[in-house]
């Protein structure tokens, strides 16, 4: 069995939300898993035994400033998800917050070599903050063993003072490590607006062992300190906007924030009643785009089967897996031959991997993938064709066994057999579960798993788009967690401009697409870029500086 020990501040936990807990393997894979809280240890049982790790939400607390520092550095704060180490069974349990602390150190020192950052200078912020993890983490581990939970003739126990260094070490690695994803952001930035990484990618010729188009590319990596395709432009800025929603006002922040406006084509709002289309909202919306503002138009997700999106008749259809794929091809077939005169790309799925309504098996999955992606390049041949991957940090499939890993399905969509043009992201966080039991819900993560995240995709070579990127203005439920304060419009304007500087950095990655334009009651949790009231947030003005610096070419702060 694998188990950890956690505490609080009277002793060993008597209580630990595991809403969004997860067990993963190799290659971060989602590994399902039973996992309790029972007496102060979480329990996790799993089929096989090997080795694993456990992500889950967990609280970082405030950094004390080291000696001689008036305080400390800001950040490394918040309710967030984090993930150990892969490690082995044993009957001890294994002190959480140092094994947490410990992965958060090792991921620094991968990213300092994956990102050809090694020749920082000892005195540079980022290493000087790691250092004083380092130490706080070898206080921890020497800790651990003085307390009650040591067995006769276990190497290890775990006490309440090593979890009180192993809070600590965590802190401070997560800080090192945030910050070290700010560095590399800044120098991306840099040399992506520059036009470096595309005269390096030109000059480069590939050694004359390189067997494959994929060694040249780690060799072109192992150069320039990045990792996927080289795009020559900086990424566009857009918003998913609802065809319910529309007025002038509207339609000014879009024309003042977004390079592109992004229509979602949700079925239930296309095809209410089955064989009567509703378009006149859409169409009021691209025309406006087209004619008006001038600018490009991104359709889709087309099929989605998230349950706010499918509409009510077509769960007759949903253990009659013929009929439902002849509806799925007539609708994409009406949806993009209305649309394929000023609709260039398009979002043919969404969220399949998920498959959490309307559940499919793997094969059926695949099946639906392929079937949409060469019917959109069939009826628009110059069309750009992108599959969105929802969720992909993968947490839903340790709770859904009959659901597909993200870096899985994102594998296959890239293969020749449904080849793709653009992956898509869905990067939402704070956001409560969709729906009841674990596993579902986007929780919140730290820029340096953002960026991380964002490197992993990107190794399949092919272009990025972060299709729906998203926070709360507003508390959420406490089991979504937070990043750095709670969540506030403040708080929403400040996760923006981070982490839009951090995927903006990313040679790869071609569009950014923030989630909805407007606050509605229809998409709770769904935070927009203005409220209900109409009246602009402050995250609207920080996305339109961040495009204003994107068409400058000029480097924008991260936090």
Not at 138 to 149: D, I, L, R
Not at 160 to 182: F, K, N, P, T, Y
Not at 186 to 198: H, K, N, P
Request: hydrophobic fraction near 40%; charge should be negative; include cysteine.
């Amino acid at each position: 069995m694998l188990s950890f020990a956690v505490f609080d501040d009277a002793g060993p936990a008597r209580e630990w939300p595991l809403t969004h807990a997860f067990l993963v393997g190799p290659g971060n894979s989602p590994v399902p898993a039973e996992i309790e809280f029972l007496g102060g240890v979480i329990r996790c049982e799993k089929r096989a035994a090997d080795a694993a790790g456990i992500s889950l939400l967990f609280p970082v607390e405030p950094i004390q400033p080291a000696p001689g520092s008036p305080a400390a550095p800001p950040g490394a704060r918040g309710v967030l998800m984090l993930q150990t180490c892969l490690l082995p069974e044993r009957p001890a349990p294994y002190l959480l917050s140092v094994e947490l602390a410990r992965h958060r150190l090792m991921l620094v020192i991968n990213k300092l070599e994956d990102w050809a950052l090694f020749d920082l200078p000892p005195e540079d912020l980022v290493l000087g903050v790691f250092e004083r993890a380092r130490l706080a983490f070898t206080e921890a581990v020497t800790a651990q063993g003085s307390g009650p939970g040591r067995a006769a003739g276990e190497a290890r126990g775990y006490s309440q003072q090593a979890d009180r260094l192993g809070r600590e070490a965590l802190a401070l690695a997560l800080e090192a490590s945030e910050l070290l994803a700010v560095r590399q952001a800044r120098l991306g930035q840099e040399r992506r607006y520059s036009g470096e990484l595309v005269a390096l990618a030109e000059r480069y010729r590939p050694p004359e062992n390189a067997l494959t188009e994929h060694e040249t590319r780690e060799s072109i990596n192992a150069l320039t300190g990045t990792v996927g395709v080289i795009l020559p432009a900086a990424p566009l800025i857009g918003c998913t906007v609802s065809p319910d929603q529309s007025s002038p006002a509207l339609q000014q922040a879009v024309q003042s924030t977004c390079d592109f406006l992004c229509m979602p084509m949700r079925w239930v709002e296309m095809e209410p009643n089955e064989g009567r289309y509703t378009f006149t909202p859409t169409d009021k919306w691209i025309e406006w785009a087209v004619r008006t503002a001038k600018i490009p138009v991104v359709g889709g997700p087309v099929i989605d089967f998230r349950s706010r999106c499918v509409p009510e008749w077509m769960y007759i259809w949903e253990h009659d897996y013929e009929t439902l794929r002849e509806l799925v091809y007539e609708y994409v077939k009406n949806i993009v031959t209305r649309y394929r005169r000023t609709v260039g790309t398009w979002t043919a799925v969404s969220g399949l991997n998920v498959n959490g309504n309307l559940t499919r098996t793997i094969e059926q999955m695949m099946d639906l993938t392929r079937v949409c992606v060469a019917l959109v390049r069939k009826l628009q041949p110059n069309a750009v064709v992108q599959v969105e991957v929802d969720q992909p940090w993968g947490e839903y499939h340790g709770a859904n066994p009959r659901s597909m890993p993200p870096m899985m399905y994102a594998e296959v969509v890239s293969q020749a057999a449904v080849n793709a043009d653009v992956i898509g992201l869905r990067i939402q966080m704070g956001q409560p579960e969709e729906k009841a039991g674990k596993g579902y819900g986007r929780p919140t993560r730290d820029l340096m798993a953002l960026s991380a995240l964002l490197d992993e995709y990107a190794e399949l070579d092919k272009p990025i788009a972060v299709t729906a990127l998203g926070a709360p203005s507003r508390p959420t439920d406490p089991a979504a967690g937070f990043w750095r304060r709670p969540w506030s419009p403040e708080a929403q304007a400040d996760w923006v401009a981070a982490t839009t500087a951090i995927i903006a950095s990313k040679p790869y990655v071609k569009s950014i697409c923030w989630q909805e334009l407007c606050d509605t009651a229809r998409l709770p949790g769904c935070d927009g870029l203005v409220g209900a009231d109409g009246q602009p947030k402050l995250a609207i003005k920080r996305l339109a500086e961040v495009r204003q610096s994107l068409r400058e070419k000029r480097v924008f702060p991260v936090l």
